[in-house]
């Protein structure tokens, strides 16, 4: 069989691996009976109803009816004014406006959250977030604690107002029934309980692992002997390597920006930002599996499936110990992006590390 053939065969069969693994974390719309899991936008749209949302996103947005509960963390989350939900909103997210209705309670913790004039809750609203406006209506208890509160004049309130607030203003048209109380206690016992109701604190570390030993795979199957170089390269020499890592983690942004300075550049600014998130991600992968087969090498054992295991667990194990763990995950992603950027180069250059790939099999 034709070397050359097998390795092309071999790259699709990896870039739909890719696209599989990736899929879950492009856009994707509301179009089942309940919606789950990871996507960049979640869309529920006018005249469509979902049973539920629970799920992570870059943006999630309700023009249409939920039955059930929304729940999750977005950068964004949205209940446009024809949108529905009739059950409870449990979310954290950094911006969170609601201009329909929400049937049960709300419990949130935002960068900013806005209850517009058309909006209505039918429950209660607890609130964490560094700015809380109220300007619509809610059946029962408000608890926001915030930097800044504002009860706008369109607020109508069953219930208790309480707040906790370096600034609050309240409209002399806002209704409350059950009056107004300041409560410097609430800081900290508002808004979402993270880890415990939306998932357990486990799921995150669980899907981590599960993620970075996907992207390892595929990374060993598709450039198996690019692979080897570059945990060489962290093992032979980590101080260049980690040095390397540094200066493309803080001069890469820098030069981005130059770049989108001008209006020309906004487009390759955008493709560059891309290009460095996947960058940093492979980059801490190759670090995992650099200290796997560092590891084993010492034991005199190699075997690069094995090493990305002990790389990624390790790594795992490691990052349940506080400021330890950060300070570990932050070296293992600068030796592993250090050495990539080192392999790349080496590439282009056509130097000693630029082997090819190609037909190449790695028999672990």
Do not use: C, K
């Not at 936008?41 to 039955?67: F, H, L, M, N, S």
């Not at 949205?78 to 449990?90: S, Y």
């Not at 609130?127 to 926001?144: K, L, P, Q």
């Not at 300041?182 to 508002?190: K, P």
């Amino acid at each position: 069989m034709d070397p050359s053939s097998t390795a092309f065969r071999r790259r699709i069969a990896v870039a739909l691996a890719v696209v599989a693994l990736l899929f879950p974390l492009a856009t994707g719309l509301a179009t089942a009976q309940s919606v789950q899991g990871a996507s960049g936008t979640i869309v529920v749209d006018e005249g469509e109803t979902v049973d539920g949302i629970d799920g992570v996103a870059g943006t999630i947005v309700v023009r249409g009816t939920v039955d059930g509960d929304l729940s999750g963390a977005a950068g964004s989350i949205r209940v446009a004014e024809t949108g529905r939900v009739d059950g409870n909103v449990q979310a954290a997210a950094g911006t969170i406006v609601v201009d329909g209705t929400v049937g049960g309670n709300v419990e949130t913790g935002a960068g900013s959250f806005e209850l517009t004039d058309t909006g209505r809750i039918g429950g209660s609203l607890d609130v964490g977030a560094g700015s809380i406006t109220v300007d619509g209506a809610v059946d029962g208890d408000v608890r926001a604690a915030a930097d800044s509160v504002v009860l706008g004049p369109n607020a109508d309130v069953g219930g208790e107002f309480r707040y906790d607030a370096e600034t609050f203003a309240e409209s002399p048209d806002a209704t409350v029934a059950g009056g107004v109380v300041e409560d410097t206690s609430l800081r900290g016992d508002t808004g979402v309980a993270f880890g415990s109701d939306l998932a357990p604190s486990w799921v995150g570390s669980a899907y981590g692992v599960a993620v970075n030993l996907a992207l390892g795979a595929v990374l060993l199957l598709a450039f198996p002997r690019f692979s080897r170089d570059v945990a060489d390269r962290v093992g032979g020499d980590s101080l260049r390597s980690g040095g390397v890592g540094l200066l493309a983690l803080i001069v890469t942004p820098i030069l981005l920006v130059l770049v989108a300075v001008t209006v020309v550049g906004i487009p390759l600014a955008l493709v560059g930002i891309a290009a460095y998130v996947v960058a940093i991600w492979i980059g801490s992968v190759y670090g995992r599996y650099a200290l796997g087969s560092w590891v084993l090498d010492r034991l005199g054992r190699p075997n690069r499936w094995v090493a990305l295991l002990l790389g990624v667990l390790g790594i795992a194990a490691i990052g349940l110990i506080p400021w330890v763990g950060g300070l570990v995950d932050l070296l293992v992603l600068l030796l592993g992006l250090g050495a990539l950027a080192l392999g790349l180069r080496d590439r282009y250059r056509g130097g000693a590390g630029a082997g090819s790939d190609r037909g190449s099999v790695v028999a672990d």
